[in-house]
C-alpha cells in the first residue's frame, strides 16, 4: 500500500508537471492571436464561410490600410488598400476557414497584426436577415426544414452593428439568401446601408417588406426604400376585414385581437398602375386594396406586405409565422417544396459545375490519369518485385543483386508512369490546361449587365499564377476570388482541417478586387476561381411581348448584341418557345413558331413513353457545363433539389425562375465567339511572365430578362412604361 501511494504521488506530480506545461502552450498560442475587439465584420460579427463580408477596422485618415484572410486551404490572401473614412478602413473578404484568422497591415505601424475572427455561419447555411423587431420570423425558419434537416438561419442584429454603410455595394450583402424587412426599422436605417441591399436585391436578392401603416413614412423619406414600394401612395385607409390575409396565412383570429380595430394600410394614387403581380387583396377586384404584391427589381424580387407585422395585431398573431413562409416561398406550397437527397456525390449544383470543369471535355480540358492505369501500373510493379525479383535473385545465387534489381525496378516504373501521364497531360502554359464557365445576365428594363464566370488552371509543374478580369464589366464592378466546395468535405470550406498542398503561400491582390497575384498552384494540380462583374447595356432587346388572357405569350423580340445568339428560347411562366439561332437585329415572331410546351419538362427533358412523360433523371456525376449552367440557372423551375438531388449552394442568386410567375421572360442562348465586352476577359499568366495572357476555352449561356408589354388598361401599364 505504501508503494502504491507513493506511486500515486509521483504519477499526480508528472500530471501536474503536463498540466502546467499544456496551460502555458495554450497561453502561449492564445497570446499569438488577439480577439477580434475592435474589428466589425458581417452583421454583428454574424457571417457566412465563403461568401463576400464587409470588415470594418479603425484606421486613422490617411492610413494605407491591408486585410488578410484564409483561404480553404489556409493561405492568407491580403486585400487592395482599403478605403478609409471616418477612422474606419472598410474591406470586402472571402474567409475560407472555419476557424480563421485575421491579419491587419497598417502601413506606418510596422509589422502586422494578427487576431482571431469569430466562427463564421457554415457555407451551406440558409440564412435569413432581419431588419427589425420581428419574432415570427424565427418560428417561420423552424417551419421550413431542408431536406438535410437544417433550418435558416435568423441574423438579427441592429443595422448599427452592421460592418457595412460605406461604397453601398451588393457584397456587402452576398452572404445573405432573404431579407426581411419592417417598415418602421427600415427608416432608421443609414441610406448607404439602404443603397446596398438595393444593389444586392438588384443583383438577384430577395427582399420581403412588411410595410403598412409606416409604408407612408418610407414614401416621405424618398431613397431606395421607397422605391421597394409598389406604387405612389394616396393616404392611409383602415382595413376592416381580414379575410383575405387569413386565408393566405392559413389561420384566423385577428379580428379578436386587440388593435385590430386601428390597422392602417396603404392606399395607391394610381392602383392600376402598380409595379408587380397582386396576390392578396381586399375587395372584389385586385385594384381595390392590395395587401401582397410581388415584383421584379433588377435580376430579384420584391415581395411587399401592406402590414406591420411588428406590431400589434399581428406581432403575436400566430398566423403570422405560416404568412411569412408563404411570402419566402413565393406560390410554392407545402407539398411543392423540394427535398435534396443525400446520395454520394456532390455537395452542390455549385461543386458539381466545379467537377465538370476540372473533368475533359468537348473542348479539351484538364483530365486525370484513369484510375485503372494507376492501379495497374501498381499491381505490376509489386508482381516484380515478389515473386519474379525475389525468383531471379534467388536462382541466381547471388542474393547482392537484389541492391541493384531493386533501384532498376523502382527507377523504371517511374519512368513508365511519368510516360503514361504525359497521355493526359496538357502541355506546360497551353489552353487545353485551362477550362473556363460562364453566364451574362442582361436586365433589358433597367440596361444594367450581370456576369458571373468560373475557371480552373491546370499546371505541370510548381508556379504561381497572376489572374485577372481588370477589363470586365464596360467600367463596372469586378470581383475575382478562390472557389472552393462548400460544406465539411475533403478540401472545402467548412472542412476542419486545411487541404494540405504542396505548394503553401500567401497571395495578394492588386489594386483592386478585379485581380490576384501571385496565386500558388502544385505541380500536376488544378486552381480554381470565381468571377463576377457588372456594366450598362442600353437597348439590347426590342420587344411587343405580351401576356395574353390564358398565360402564354404572344408578339415579337429581337436583341441587339453584336453577335448572334444559338440554339435561343424563350421562358415565361410554366411555358418555353423555341426560336432558335436569332442573328443580331433580326425579328422573331412567335405566331411563327410551333407554340409553347412545358418548361420544366424541357428542362428536365421529359419524353413521352407509352403515353406517360418520364423525366430523365439528373445525373450527379455528369460533366456537361453547358447542362449544369442551364439547369442552375433555372433550378425552381426545373423542379429544384427534387428533381437534381441538390441544392444549387453559389449558383441560387442565378435562379431566374422567381421571375417567370411576373411581367418577365427570359431570353436563352449560347455563343461560341461573343464581341467584346460581351464575355469576361480573363488574364491568366505565369507570375513573372512577359507572354501574352492566355484565354481559356469557355462554356457560355447568355440570358436577356425582359418586361412585359402589359395590355392598354392593365394594371401595371404606366408603372412599365416608367421603369
Known sequence: MIRASIRGRALTRRLSRSSIVAGLVVAAAAAAAEPAGDVAIGFGGRFRAGSWTTLAVPARDGDVVHAAVQDPDGEFVRSPAARVAGGVARFHVRVGRPTGRLRIEHGASGAPREVDLPPPLPATAEVWLMVGDLPALGRAA????????????????????????VAGSARDFDGVDAIVACGRALAEVDAAVLAGIDAWIRDGGRLVLAAGASADRLAAAGGPAAGWLPGAIENLAPLRRFA??????????????????????????????????????????????????????????????????????????????????????????????????????????????????????????????????????????????????WWLVSRSGRPWLAWLTLPVLAGGFTAVAWAASGGWRPAAGAADGMRAAEIVDIDAAAGAVRARAWLAVWRRDNTAVDVSVADAGQGGDAAVSWWADAGPGFGAIDAT?????????????????????????????????????????????TSTLVRDAQGTLRGSVSHHLPFALADCRLAHGGWIYDVGDLPPDTRHDLAAGRGPRSLAGALARREAIKERQAAARWDRAGTDVARILEVAGLHAAAGGAGYTGLEAGRLARLDLSPLLPLDRAVLLGTAATPAAPWST????????????????????????????????GAPGAAAESAE
Open 142 to 165: 423552424r417551419l421550413m426544414p431542408r431536406g438535410d434537416g437544417a433550418r435558416p438561419t435568423v441574423i438579427g442584429a441592429p443595422a448599427k452593428t452592421w460592418a457595412t454603410g
Open 244 to 389: 383575405a390575409i387569413e386565408a393566405h396565412a392559413r389561420s384566423s383570429g385577428l379580428a379578436e385581437r386587440p388593435a385590430a380595430a386601428d390597422v392602417r394600410v396603404p392606399v395607391f394614387a394610381d392602383r392600376r398602375s402598380l409595379a408587380g403581380t397582386v396576390d392578396v387583396f381586399e375587395g372584389n377586384a385586385a385594384t381595390d386594396l392590395p395587401l401582397v404584391v410581388r415584383r421584379a427589381h433588377g435580376f430579384g424580387t420584391i415581395t411587399w406586405l401592406g402590414l406591420d407585422l411588428d406590431a400589434e395585431p399581428f406581432r403575436g398573431w400566430p398566423g403570422a409565422d405560416t404568412l411569412l413562409v408563404r411570402l419566402l416561398r413565393g406560390r410554392a406550397t407545402d407539398a411543392e417544396a423540394t427535398r435534396p437527397t443525400t446520395a454520394v456525390g456532390p455537395p452542390d449544383l455549385a461543386g458539381q459545375l466545379r467537377l465538370a470543369l476540372e473533368a475533359p471535355g468537348p473542348d479539351g480540358g484538364i483530365a486525370p490519369v484513369p484510375f485503372a492505369v494507376i492501379a495497374g501500373l501498381g499491381l505490376l510493379y509489386v508482381g516484380c518485385i515478389f515473386p519474379l525479383e
Open 681 to 712: 476577359p480573363w488574364r491568366i499568366t505565369d507570375s513573372g511572365a512577359t507572354a501574352a495572357p492566355a484565354a481559356p476555352p469557355a462554356t457560355r449561356l447568355y440570358r436577356i430578362v425582359i418586361p412585359l408589354t402589359p395590355p392598354p
Open 497 to 541: 482541417v486545411p487541404h494540405p498542398t504542396l505548394v503553401a503561400d500567401d497571395y495578394a491582390y492588386g489594386d483592386s478586387l478585379a485581380g490576384l497575384r501571385g496565386v500558388p498552384v502544385a505541380a500536376v494540380s488544378t486552381r480554381l476561381f470565381e468571377a463576377g462583374w457588372s456594366g450598362r447595356a442600353a437597348d439590347a432587346v
